[in-house]
């Protein structure tokens, strides 16, 4: 199993950038998957998660900014990312979701993580 995280980079307040998360050794249609991010110095926060089925849930950081979109057949999550701003700078991650956990904002419903790439937001 493996994700890989990419799309990061150095963008403006109120710019825009579309994360990437490739899923590969399992069958992405069976599996949640979420963004979490983590900023120096704080802890690990989610940001999105879909569902298997395509529902979508967002971190009130995210709502109305982001937008999480899944491509099964090219084993891909996207995270789209609009009106950025400084203070979501960060180490952006995916992470495939356990099954039949109730709490999509927690690591501990993640069991397998991407190496994450870095999202920097400043003028």
């Known amino acids: 199993v493996q994700l890989q995280a990419s799309g990061g980079g150095l963008v403006q307040p109120g710019g825009s950038l579309r994360l990437s998360c490739a899923a590969s050794?399992?069958?992405?249609?069976?599996?949640?998957i979420g963004w979490f991010r983590q900023a120096p110095g704080k802890e690990r926060e989610g940001v999105s998660c879909i569902s298997r089925s395509g529902s979508t849930v967002y971190a009130d950081s995210a709502k109305g900014r982001f937008t999480i979109s899944r491509d099964n057949f090219e084993n891909t999550v996207y995270l789209q990312m609009d009106s950025l701003k400084p203070e979501d700078t960060a180490v952006y991650y995916c992470a495939r979701r356990r099954p039949w956990t109730t709490t999509w904002d927690v690591s501990r419903s993640y069991d397998y993580w991407g190496q994450g790439t870095q999202v920097t937001v400043s003028s």
């Open positions: 050794g399992f069958t992405l249609d069976y599996y949640g």
